[in-house]
């Protein structure tokens, strides 16, 4: 097995921490310790806690909160892994052999297509259609033709990552009927539900099919990617296979973190963290959509329905890769380009942090257009 470089993880990794604005990120900004665990009880158990190996399948207090978010499901249903990225794996590694075909949903977060490829399976790329409004939309119809026979799983990004669109239940129910039909598996990574900017919370694709996998963590909806928090909810018998995968990688997550996972999801603090993220959207969208439209004709982009993702097709004669480079290498700015998503003429841009950090950075893109405009 050999491994194609994650492109924009790796960009990521390489300079997140060295730029001044960093936006490319897809979450909201995180909760500090303290507004997580902000009362004098819960502070002074916390100190308390040793740090051993926990429950390396997650403890069962945490994995019946997340069962409670999925209909029908229970504790035997629910691998906790150190975050979503590990969910998707283990997941994939688990279904994914030699010959296999995958259909995935593009744009979307590139892990998995990296992932099957490297198990030795080919992939087909099912692409979401950009229509009139303008949004996002799946094509089901497009779906029918490309899975078959030999299709072993449809990958789904719901909401999705990068365009930030939601997929409602008819929909839903249509990939699952497909599926059921060539008895094929699907992965939903949904990731980002419960930060849609409406409030109205993503329906799941769980129950929808005796052959649905759910991959889902903390890190962005809920403002805590530091926790290194996912799961998978997923049928018992493949998650306890699953578990004997996670042996083979983290083992187990880290005793603070399912702790502190637990109280995240008690539901009364659950809807407060996640109402704290829908506010975030909802005051820092308009200023970047302001932003952009500001810009007249250099712009157009779908208004997301949940994430603080705006993918944005630009209309400068200039490689998207090229201009991130620039931008980060002239003003200290890290956006991600649309070619880690396989689609040149887009920009990936995070608003979810503070206000003023998010206008500050994007000033400086507009320098740089205006820099590239007139060398041109």
């Given amino acids: 097995m ?37 009362e004098a009880v819960a502070r002074e ?13 997650g403890t069962d207090a945490l994995r019946l909160l997340i069962a409670e978010q999925y209909p029908g499901a229970t504790t035997d249903h629910v691998q906790v892994t150190n975050g979503g990225a590990e969910a998707n794996y283990i997941s994939t590694w688990n279904l994914v052999e030699p010959g296999d075909e995958i259909v995935m949903m593009v744009p979307a977060y590139r892990q998995t297509w990296g992932l099957a490829r ?11 259609v950009e229509s009139a409004g303008p949004r996002w939309r799946v094509d089901i119809e497009s779906l029918d033709r490309l899975v ?10 719901n909401p999705n990552n990068p365009t930030g669109a939601r997929f409602d239940a008819p929909d839903l129910d249509a990939i699952a009927a497909i599926a059921h039909r060539r008895g094929a598996w699907i992965l939903s990574d949904e990731i980002y539900r ?13 129950g929808r099919s005796d052959r649905v996998i759910v991959t889902s963590g903390l890190s962005k909806a809920y403002a805590l990617p530091g926790l290194r928090i996912g799961w998978v909810v997923a049928p018992p018998a493949l998650v306890a296979s699953l ?40 005051t820092n969208y308009p200023a970047i959509a302001e932003w952009l439209a500001a810009h007249g004709g250099l712009f157009s982009h779908a208004p997301p329905d949940a994430g603080a993702i705006v993918y944005v097709r630009y209309h400068h004669p ?5 201009l991130v480079t620039r931008l980060r290498e002239e003003k200290s700015v890290l956006i991600v380009p649309g070619d880690h998503f396989g689609m040149d003429g887009y920009l990936r841009i995070g608003f979810g942090d503070e206000i003023a950090y998010l206008r500050d950075g994007l000033n400086r893109l507009h320098e740089l257009l205006v820099e590239i405009g007139a060398a041109r």
Wanted: aromatic letters at 8%; proline letters at 4%; a neutral charge.
């Fill in 194 to 206: 419960g930060a849609e900017r409406d409030g109205r919370e993503t329906p799941t694709m769980w």
């Fill in 243 to 282: 578990w004997s995968y996670h042996d083979y990688t983290t083992i187990a997550p880290g005793a603070l973190s399912d702790t502190l996972a637990r109280h995240a999801l008690e539901p009364e603090r659950r809807a407060r963290i996640l109402a704290r993220t829908r506010r975030i959207l909802n």
């Fill in 45 to 57: 158990r916390l100190l308390t806690e040793a740090l051993r190996y926990t429950q390396s399948n």
């Fill in 118 to 128: 490297a198990f030795g399976a080919a992939v087909r790329e099912w692409p979401l």
């Fill in 318 to 322: 200039i490689n998207s890769t090229t």
């Fill in 148 to 157: 078959s026979a030999r299709t072993k799983l449809i990958i789904v990004c």
């Fill in 2 to 38: 050999k491994l194609e470089q994650f492109a924009m993880e790796r960009m990521q990794s390489t300079y997140e921490n060295e730029v001044a604005f960093n936006l490319s990120e897809s979450g909201v900004h995180p909760l500090r310790l303290g507004e997580l665990i902000d």
